[in-house]
């Protein structure tokens, strides 16, 4: 799978077009970032955490680079769960300060808080959910707290009412920006990239292992 190179500040664009492009393509061989090892499909990726950066990598850079939280590698996890009980109120999501119903967060290091990022045309747009509304949703929520910081996220889609929200690796959100950038046509996006969305949240559910139980169980 390739991966989206960058991500933003306030309404820039994440990532070069053609990194989106990349992104959005079917999975082929390419070479490790930091190596240059030929990868297969199914390889591995490092997030660059000083700049936010995703590396594809092969096994053996994974291994010698890779740390834990603090370190200028991390290792992004493969685990996908669905919580289908994790259904904020309309209330909750205003609180959030988001203006579309689709978004992912999670705690970024480097700026020392939980940020949101939420796609559209223009690229991936950043915002800082305000932390007592945050909070409120991790004391109602304690599955929150347990997101990996910089590579896993809280990925919320409200977008139809069978949405739900997914506990995500963080590549799979930016290919997911990725996805509606190089795909959107014209003012409201057009037929062709919601569809891709709804595609995208199919295979999400059908890799991901689903929790039942009430997330705040």
Not at 81 to 109: K, V
Request: charged share 25%.
């Amino acid at each position: 799978m390739s991966s989206d190179r960058d991500s933003n500040s306030q309404g820039q664009s994440a990532a070069p077009l053609a990194a989106l492009r990349r992104l959005a393509r079917p999975r082929t061989a390419e070479p490790c970032d930091l190596c240059g090892t030929a990868l297969g499909p199914e390889h591995q990726h490092l997030l660059n955490t000083a700049e936010r950066k995703l590396l594809c990598a092969c096994d053996a850079c994974v291994i010698l680079l890779s740390g834990g939280p603090g370190t200028r590698f991390r290792q992004i996890p493969k685990r996908v769960e669905f919580w289908p009980n994790f259904r904020p109120s309309d209330t909750q999501w205003e609180g959030l300060r988001i203006p579309i119903r689709l978004a992912f967060f999670f705690h970024s290091t480097q700026a020392g808080k939980v940020v949101a990022l939420y796609p559209g045309p223009a690229g991936v747009t950043e915002s800082a959910p305000p932390p007592e509304v945050w909070n409120g949703l991790v004391a109602d929520n304690p599955r929150l707290a347990e997101l990996e910081p910089d590579v896993e996220a809280l990925l919320v889609n409200r977008l139809r009412d069978n949405g739900g929200a997914y506990r995500a690796p963080i590549d799979e959100c930016y290919r997911l920006t990725g996805l509606i950038r190089t795909r959107w046509r014209g003012l409201s996006g057009g037929a062709e990239v919601w569809q891709e969305v709804q595609s995208f949240f199919a295979e999400l559910k059908q890799k991901s292992q689903t929790v039942d139980e009430n997330v705040n169980a």
